[in-house]
């Protein structure tokens, strides 16, 4: 089976190994996922102007990797942060609100965050609990096809 359809991962860069954790699970599926680049340590030796200069382009190039048609669905890894349970940042909840707007999937690692449940109900974000199951039998159904070139060589 093959397909051309991914899974991009957003969150919070405080929670990257957790991002690079679930990519590889997907990935041990056979799904195709994109994530964002690591910020690393350069980023915090910018100016002000810079670091804005490079906030814009590099959320606006990550906007448009979620609003490709290839893009099945967003994935929010969502870990418990600042005190916070499920924690969505500002710019995690805008990519989400993006998703929602080009009609993908939306996928919340753990639960939904109190702060955001009304959007994120009505948007029907789907919670996964900590296991991504739900999202890869998801997946399979909705984007995994048989390829009939291979079942020429069959």
Excluded at 104 to 113: A, C, F, N, R, S
Aim: proline share 3%; hydrophobic share 40%; net charge neutral.
């Amino acid at each position: 089976m093959r397909t051309n359809r991914r899974v991009v991962l957003i969150g919070s860069m405080g929670v990257y190994q957790q991002i690079k954790e679930c990519a590889e699970e997907l990935g041990s599926f056979g799904i195709q996922t994109v994530i964002p680049t690591e910020e690393g340590e350069a980023i915090r030796q910018l100016s002000l102007f810079d670091f804005e200069h490079f906030k814009r382009k590099a959320s606006f190039s990550y906007l448009r990797k979620i609003r490709d048609p290839r893009t099945y669905c967003v994935l929010a890894v969502n870990i418990d942060r600042h005190g916070i349970l499920n924690y969505v940042g500002p710019n995690t909840f805008a990519e989400i609100a993006v998703a929602f707007a080009q009609s993908k999937k939306i996928y919340l690692l753990q639960g939904t965050p109190d702060s955001y449940l009304d959007e994120l109900s009505a948007w029907r974000a789907i919670s996964l609990k900590g296991q991504l199951d739900r999202l890869v039998s998801d997946f399979r159904a909705d984007c995994m096809v048989n390829d009939p070139q291979m079942r020429f060589f069959e």
